[in-house]
């Protein structure tokens, strides 16, 4: 063993005060520092709790009122969306008069009025502006209430509903005629044509859907029900409640009059608009309201258009008093004070101790000396890292030594990998860029220019460098033929089928017209056939080719289709078509029959032949492709703008729609159209 640690101190004063007593010193400091820390922030603890429960307390609240409102009203409002589709409800309405219409109808509503949580319904008639109304007193006949006016305030539910663009309309009222106070659900009832022939409905008891939904308030927590504008549609205090509310311009009885202070009326509208936003989440703030600041928690209910707002007082129930953190505290200072001094004792004896040898030894260890002698015999961990540390002391020479030069060795290995990779990839860039050079040279870009009679336009965009999509432009006396194709894969092997469907295309054309698009096709599958063996046609290796061909004859003012699993599409004046192409594609497993229709040229009409590529991009919300509904969509709004605007349009609408997704596919689309003077 080396010589104690005290031996390396002069002074007496420091040998006093050697490693030992400073952490003895130093655990009881601390400790004494986190005593008087813990009594200092013990209040603001306490703050920070209650707040914590109480906004856990509101969240939940208001999390369950959501699901309660949702369960409550989502059965009624089924039922009476069901009852306004009745089909026998509607006859009724168109035919008030007719009896059988009626008796049909009542029988019908009857099961209607069982089937409703409140044993009732009711019906206001669009033709004769009259309420009808039925219940367990008035049934199975219904009871005309009174005449719908437009003028009286108490109807201004009726025209609110009939406003509304779903037809859906939930107010709280008293109906005087009946007595009764409910939160009304009330369903535009459409014909065939969706003109509106009435409304239909039933009522929730008030004081039922407060003890349902809202429960009574207990521990200071207090849950409504709200618009989007704070009108209060439902509140455990009758009084604070907005009855009739279509008949005000404005409302009057708000959640924002329980605020004083403008800063929480504009957070709580700022809760109410991120709920709305988000209604799978709820949304949580301290708000000063009335006198005490409360715990404020937001929900929406979107289908019906609802805020959910609940809000906590904490001072209702402290968690901790002042005098219980006292007593805890106290016990708690000398439980640690006590646990301290034993901790600091013990920890010189069985750690500082052999922690100065090793200390020592490591300094020596740092100046190049390694062969050290033995430090402890002990049997414990620290035994152990004494006599871990002699053999590594031991070894670090020789480890270093052999690491330096491992690391000399692997370093020009790398680099020499580093230069032949970065070689290659040099020579395969190269090689790309070049097939895409090729791959262009064979596109009619300059025919279309010079040659084409109407107005066109091209969107091609390879998902690589090079791909699998190109497109065809050849004239004559005639007329002209337009095409796309789409070659299976993309990238290097997609450019590589370009090659041969456009070498079967020009064997095609050279052999045939190019006003028989079907025959060009036909013709076309049986080259590539002859080019690719059958053998890759019968293994999983997609070897077809979609194409589109479309012959515009001049001098007849016809034009002639035929598709390889390719349509036409057309859009003019705001409506759209589609000219289907046959199901197989050419150089499938199946040789296919492909057929020629032959339409009148329609002038001003766009037409277009796009590749499965767009239609495929994913984007989105959700990630689903373009579709062809989103592209039928947009030709009936673009088909009639000049073709560099629509292609303009086209680009920007589809990168808005894929955002950040990557593109999928190869994508082409060639779109034409001919003027009257064409």
């Not at 369950?64 to 089924?78: C, F, N, P, S, W």
């Not at 209702?316 to 439980?335: D, F, K, M, N, Q």
């Not at 373009?626 to 009936?636: E, I, L, Q, T, Y």
């Amino acid at each position: 063993m080396t010589e104690p640690a005290a031996t390396v101190l002069s002074a007496p004063g420091l040998r006093r005060w050697g490693l030992r007593a400073k952490t003895i010193a130093l655990v009881l400091g601390a400790t004494g520092l986190c005593g008087v820390f813990a009594l200092v922030v013990s209040h603001f603890v306490i703050q920070d709790i209650r707040t914590d429960l109480g906004v856990a307390l509101a969240r939940e609240n208001a999390f369950l009122t959501q699901q309660r409102a949702q369960a409550t009203v989502g059965l009624e409002l089924a039922l009476s969306r069901r009852l306004a589709e009745s089909l026998v409800l509607r006859a009724w309405l168109s035919d008030e008069e007719n009896p059988d219409h009626r008796a049909r109808f009542f029988e019908e509503g009857e099961n209607f009025r069982r089937a409703f949580a409140s044993k009732s319904y009711f019906v206001a008639s669009e033709t004769s502006r009259r309420f009808y109304y039925s219940d367990p007193d008035h049934a199975p006949t219904p009871a005309i209430g009174y005449t719908l006016q437009r003028e009286a305030p108490t109807n201004a539910w009726y025209f609110a509903t009939l406003a509304q663009p779903d037809g859906l309309w939930i107010n709280v009222d008293h109906d005087k005629t009946f007595d009764v106070t409910n939160v009304w659900i009330n369903v535009m009832v459409r014909d065939a044509q969706g003109r509106p022939l009435g409304v239909v409905g039933t009522g929730i008891s008030l004081g039922r859907f407060v003890e349902q939904v809202l429960g009574t308030s207990h521990l200071s927590v207090t849950t409504m029900i709200v618009d989007t504008q704070g009108a209060v549609v439902a509140h455990p205090d009758p009084s604070r409640m907005e009855f009739d509310l279509a008949g005000k311009a404005r409302a009057e009885k708000t959640v924002f009059s329980l605020f004083a202070s403008s800063q929480d009326r504009e957070q709580l509208k700022a809760l109410m608009t991120a709920a709305h936003a988000k209604p799978d989440s709820v949304f949580t703030a301290v708000l000063g309201g009335e006198t005490l600041s409360r715990m404020v928690a937001v929900a929406a209910v979107p289908s019906l258009d609802w805020l959910i707002l609940a809000s906590v007082d904490p001072q209702h129930r402290p968690v901790l008093t002042p005098r219980r953190l006292l007593i805890i505290g106290s016990l708690a200072g000398v439980l640690l004070l006590s646990l301290a001094l034993a901790t600091g004792l013990g920890f010189d004896r069985l750690v500082l101790r052999p922690l100065a040898d090793l200390s020592r030894s490591l300094r020596r260890v740092g100046t190049g000396e390694y062969d050290l002698p033995p430090l402890s015999s002990r049997q414990d961990e620290l035994g152990e890292l004494t006599r871990a540390f002699d053999g590594m002391a031991r070894q670090v020479r020789a480890h270093s030594d052999h690491l330096e030069h491992l690391v000399s060795e692997r370093t020009h290995e790398l680099m020499a990998v580093h230069a032949r990779l970065s070689d290659t990839h040099r020579l395969l860039t190269d090689s790309v860029r070049y097939a895409s050079l090729i791959q262009r040279a064979i596109l009619p870009d300059r025919l279309l220019e010079e040659n084409c009679p109407g107005s066109y336009f091209v969107l091609w965009r390879p998902r690589d460098v090079v791909g699998g999509d190109f497109y065809v432009y050849r004239a004559n006396q005639r007329g002209c033929l337009f095409g796309v194709v789409d070659c299976a894969g993309h990238g290097v092997p997609g450019a590589c089928m370009t090659m041969i469907a456009h070498a079967a295309l020009e064997v095609a054309l050279r052999d045939g017209p190019p006003d028989d698009p079907a025959g060009l096709l036909a013709r076309t599958d049986a080259v590539a056939r002859s080019m690719l063996p059958a053998s890759e046609r019968d293994a999983r290796v997609a070897t077809s080719i979609d194409m589109g061909l479309v012959f515009v004859a001049l001098d007849t003012q016809t034009l002639t289709f035929a598709g390889a699993h390719l349509s036409l599409l057309w859009s003019h004046g705001g409506e759209s078509g589609e000219i289907p192409g046959d199901r197989r594609g050419l150089n499938d497993r199946k040789p296919g029959h492909y057929t020629n229709t032959t339409l009148p040229l329609v002038h001003g009409r766009t037409y277009y032949l796009v590749t499965d590529g767009l239609l495929d991009q994913a984007g989105g919300a959700h990630g689903f492709g373009f579709g062809p509904s989103r592209f039928r969509a947009w030709m009936n709004t673009h088909a009639d703008l000049a073709l560099d605007l629509q292609k303009a349009s086209l680009e920007q609408t589809l990168d808005a729609y894929r955002g950040d997704q990557g593109q999928r596919d190869d994508i082409t689309v060639l779109a034409f159209r001919f003027e009257s003077s064409a």
